[in-house]
């Protein structure tokens, strides 16, 4: 099977210039933070309410913002993805294992510590 690398560039291409252009919101859990990432995982957008900003506890606003981010960069690669997979695994099938016993991993064993007998005198000389 020959692999046509200019038409696998052109298709990255085309699919980065997708991902490029998706959006992908996603809000903390307490909906203080909302999140907005391309479909690569570039953060474009933070918005923070009013009342977190002048409420009782602002110190909770980072953790927030990390959840926030962190979920709609997981909806990005849900999205991304398979469509990753579609260009690339039909140019490069898996490689699949052969049904056999598994190949023999070299473990380093330890000697056995052989032990020094001193004697009395052997520190002094």
């Known amino acids: 099977m020959a ?13 980065d210039a997708q991902l490029a252009a998706a959006r ?3 809000k903390s ?5 909302t999140a907005v990432v ?7 957008d933070l918005t923070i309410t009013e009342a977190a900003l002048h409420g ?3 110190q909770e606003i980072g953790p927030a913002a ?7 960069r997981r909806a990005a690669i849900a999205v991304a993805a398979p469509q990753m997979r579609a260009v690339l695994d ?13 190949p023999h991993r070299l473990r380093h064993r330890r000697e056995p510590a052989t032990r020094r007998r001193r004697t009395s005198k052997s520190w002094i000389s």
């Open 3 to 15: 692999l046509n690398v200019a038409k696998l560039r052109a298709q990255a291409a085309e699919l």
């Open 24 to 26: 992908h919101t996603a």
């Open 29 to 33: 859990p307490d909906g203080v933070v």
């Open 38 to 44: 391309t479909g690569s995982g570039e953060l474009v």
């Open 56 to 58: 009782p506890h602002p």
């Open 66 to 72: 990390v959840a926030a981010v962190t979920a709609a």
């Open 90 to 102: 039909d140019k490069h099938p898996r490689r699949r294992r052969t049904s056999g016993p598994r």
